[in-house]
């Protein structure tokens, strides 16, 4: 083909490589079309058109009809030449422009012409063209001749003929399903390509009679497949058959003896496919994954990338589900971190992590190290947090795991790879208290030199809440006060808050602070000024009355006690006028549900925007809102809050979702609700609880909600006095309301209502409202250190159950206590399993939990339960909850 030509710029790489395609357009292609027309014909020009036409058509350009309809007619006069390469290119052509079936009628008679010719490439060809243009009629005109070349001698016709088969399937499937005998002789077929071929078109044609797929896979592994394609996609098959067999997880498993006598095929793709289909068997044990997994270690050390990165990529995945399955792999996955392909690097680094044991570590890390440098973000990103998960694991590890985190912080690296280290340095910070010096220190360094204000707002704020509570709180003021030096006025504002932090918390650097805070009057930015001003007045540095030290830090610390949304929009709404803007105006009611939102079960939340493993501040925005309500301000300090309970089914007329607030002997529900119907008002609305069995309750007070609109969330309460002893039971609720139309013309409401009500589910109370989930660190020296004298052991018969998982996640759920050092994953097909739990009781009573489970006859699960606390009183407690669970 003649290649266009094209001026290089002086500045580019003489050794470039230019598309021959550049810069043509469809105008001066349309016109060298016209070469199909001469009567000599040029068949290399005229592949080279064919070319260019084939280019726009497949980078989206496209014809008008009158263009398309010339160019079709011009392409068929290409019949009458010989060349075999032009042929191939006008085949191409045809299929691609699509022609109406007014023109198709042109170019059929040559194309059956074709499919009957004795050279089979023209056959081949015009097969695949003429199913892709004709419609049924013609299909059943020709169907006789398709049926021949399915069992056609050369596999390049009867796969054209198969491949076709696929295609028509979609558009006439009637007409397919009538070639079940062909297809299934072609299935036999010694040529590779047909077997493979034949065998997806019979999967398809019987796709939708399960039996029939069954019987297929049944009597196709008993060994009458040798095209490697076609196993693989009998191993697929056969995969899919099982899935849907309904076998239950401990039976025999169909077919389970092909896949494995698969892994022993001569072929690297076969053997592969029947790994990977092992691993992904629903409830896979064991003895079934071994075969599996030691045919995928072999990969690991193959000279060939593409075997090494999809051994390493089904390893990663497994290590998910069985772990421990994947540390016989762990020295072959070491090899690979020095792999050329980042990606089989990548992998390797972070499936040995989720498999990795606590002397392993310190090694691992420094193979990591060199290895970080040379990979994209993206994928440090995934073994930053491979290494987050790897220290929540293993606490006594978090010193060499911080000092890789804050190494790796002062690299380059983007803004998302900064974060997610950032995200795991808090984290860490939050659920291991030894960590926090430290980490805070690395933190405050990495803002000596960071780019992105996002960042350096969050950690600063972070470092306000935490560094005063620390050993050491002075030397932390160099870092932040270099803040308001070095940076842009956001962060400066930011450090200004901070440092006011340090001064209300911690008096001995106050005088310090009020030195650094006036330096701050003379910034350059009004924000800056402003909280300089603000901080100095409230601490007492200028002068001023200060006021009391809780008045200080709630100003500081708390919140402004109005939900955010209220507050914008009475802003929207305030006009100037001589009147100062009144916070005290803005309704408490709260408008949207920000602190019951809900959270994907099991799902921790990462990041700076975390609350710690006991939700303080969720508990504490909860706080002020009941203390604002006369009904229970009196009811002392909030011990929990649950999680919402959903009290209505998706999609109904009302929404309604209760959140559980616990007191020391008072249970407060809040009842949130929406009105999702525009022509209704609600007024007086309120929960009529049935506490008949919960005989211990006895209701005390209830708070309705005066008026709840179309799509605005409103709260009502209902509050009950408990017994000193936590009392369980069962609350049955009833929404009652007056309802009145609405007209959708004005929106006002009718001034007569009618009353009505509307049945909810029922709510419990249940023991795990009673527990705080609150870690610990260490669990050997917290268990230590609570010492024997209010321990209490017994053991407990389960009954039978499917696993030791089942049984572990039972007792969690019912004593609602924290998890510590990964101890609730239960190692596959273990027998014995050790579980250790934390938290605090009501009346802020420290608990740790050592439960013992053991498999005994079948299914049958014995657990030995160990409770010490700072109460023995708590220790019965915690017995009794299980006894009777």
């Known amino acids: 083909m003649a290649q266009p030509l094209v001026k290089k710029d002086d500045d580019r790489d003489d050794g470039m490589d230019y598309s021959p395609f550049m810069g043509i357009e469809k105008g001066a292609v349309l016109q060298e079309a016209r070469v199909f027309n001469d009567p000599q014909l040029d068949a290399r020009r005229c592949s080279q058109v064919i070319t260019k036409l084939l280019y726009l058509l497949n980078q989206g350009e496209t014809f008008a009809k009158v263009e398309a309809t010339g160019v079709f007619f011009s392409v068929t006069k290409l019949f009458q030449s010989k060349d075999i390469g032009l042929r191939r290119m006008v085949y191409l052509i045809i299929k691609e422009l699509s022609p109406s079936a007014d023109e198709v009628i042109i170019v059929t008679s040559s194309l059956m012409k074709d499919m009957n010719s004795r050279t089979d490439m023209y056959r081949a060809n015009a097969i695949r063209v003429l199913c892709r243009i004709t419609d049924g009629t013609l299909l059943t005109q020709i169907e006789r001749y398709l049926k021949q070349a399915i069992v056609d001698k050369n596999p390049v016709v009867a796969s054209a003929a198969l491949v076709s088969g696929i295609h028509l399937l979609q558009t006439n499937p009637e007409i397919v399903k009538r070639w079940s005998n062909e297809v299934q002789e072609a299935v036999q077929s010694r040529a590779a390509l047909v077997q493979f071929h034949a065998l997806a078109l019979l999967h398809q044609i019987r796709q939708n009679d399960r039996l029939a797929v069954s019987k297929l896979v049944t009597s196709l592994t008993k060994g009458s497949v040798r095209s490697p394609l076609a196993q693989c996609l009998l191993i697929r098959y056969t995969s899919q058959v099982i899935r849907e067999s309904g076998i239950s997880q401990t039976g025999d498993r169909p077919f389970y003896d092909y896949l494995e006598s698969c892994l022993r095929h001569k072929a690297e793709m076969v053997i592969f496919e029947a790994a990977r289909a092992i691993t992904e068997l629903s409830g896979v044990t064991t003895r079934e994954l071994t075969p599996a997994i030691t045919v995928l270690q072999l990969f690991l050390s193959s000279s060939k990338p593409v075997l090494r990165f999809a051994a390493v990529r089904t390893l990663n995945k497994v290590a998910m589900t069985h772990p421990m399955a994947v540390t016989n792999c762990n020295i072959d996955m070491e090899s690979l971190i020095s792999d050329q392909n980042r990606s089989i690097a990548t992998l390797a680094i972070t499936t040995l992590l989720k498999t990795g044991n606590e002397s392993s570590v310190d090694r691992l890390m420094k193979q990591i190290t060199n290895f970080m440098s040379d990979i994209a973000d993206e994928f440090k990103i995934v073994v930053v947090e491979a290494i987050r998960s790897l220290c929540l694991k293993f606490p006594l590890k978090y010193r060499s795991l911080m000092n890789f985190l804050s190494n790796i912080l002062r690299e380059e690296g983007g803004f998302e790879y900064k974060k997610a280290i950032v995200d795991s340095i808090v984290i860490l910070i939050r659920d ?208 929990k809050s649950s999680a919402p309970v959903e009290l209505t089914e998706a999609e109904t007329e009302y929404a309604v979702n209760v959140v559980k607030h616990i007191f020391d002997s008072h249970i407060v529900f809040q009842y949130n609700c929406t009105n999702t119907i525009p022509e209704q008002l609600l007024e007086n609305v309120s929960v009529i609880v049935d506490a008949s069995e919960a005989e211990e309750f006895s209701e005390v007070a209830s708070k309705p909600l005066k008026s709840l609109p179309y799509d605005t969330p409103g709260q009502t309460y209902v509050a009950f006095e408990r017994p000193g002893v936590p009392a369980v039971g069962k609350f049955s609720n009833t929404l009652r309301f007056i309802v009145k139309e609405v007209d959708p013309s004005t929106g006002e409401a009718e001034d007569d209502g009618v009353e009505d009500e509307y049945q909810l589910e029922d709510l419990e109370v249940v023991s795990a409202d009673y527990m705080l989930k609150v870690g610990v660190s260490n669990f050997r020296n917290a268990w230590e250190s609570l010492g024997d004298d209010c321990e209490k052991v017994d053991e407990y018969g389960l009954g039978p159950m499917e696993s030791l998982t089942e049984a572990v996640n039972a007792v969690m759920s019912l004593l609602g206590m924290q998890p510590c050092e990964g101890t609730e994953v239960v190692p596959s097909n273990s027998r014995s399993h050790t579980c250790l739990l934390s938290g605090v009781y009501i009346g802020n009573v420290k608990v740790l939990v050592r439960l013992s489970f053991g498999v005994g006859g079948p299914k049958e699960v014995a657990m030995k339960l160990a409770v010490r606390s700072e109460d023995v009183s708590v220790s019965d407690a915690i017995h009794e909850i299980v006894a009777s669970g």
């Open 432 to 639: 291991i208290p030894d960590a926090k010096e430290g980490g805070l220190l690395h933190l405050c360094e990495f803002i000596e030199d960071c780019e992105f204000t996002y960042l350096s707002t969050q950690i600063l704020h972070f470092l306000g809440n935490e560094g005063p509570k620390t050993s050491d709180p002075s030397k932390y003021i160099r870092y932040i006060y270099n803040r308001v030096i070095l940076e842009n006025a956001t962060v400066r504002a930011s450090a200004v808050s901070t440092l006011a932090k340090f001064g209300a918390l911690v008096d001995s650097l106050k005088p310090r602070i009020f030195v650094l805070l006036k330096r701050c009057l003379f910034d350059s930015d009004d924000e800056v000024r402003d909280r300089a001003t603000l901080y100095l007045n409230t601490l007492g540095g200028d002068g001023a009355v200060v006021e009391t030290d809780e008045e200080v830090k709630e100003f500081l610390f708390g919140s402004l006690g109005v939900p955010l949304t209220n507050l914008e929009t009475s802003l929207k709404n305030y006009e100037p006028s001589e009147e100062p803007f009144d916070i005290h105006s803005v309704p408490k009611e709260v408008k949207s549900q920000p602190l019951a939102e809900k959270k994907a079960p099991g799902k921790k939340p990462t990041g700076l925007a975390a609350p710690p493993l006991a939700p303080t501040s969720t508990v504490d925005a909860y706080e002020r809102l009941l203390s604002s309500i006369p009904e229970f301000s009196s009811y002392g300090k909030l011990f």
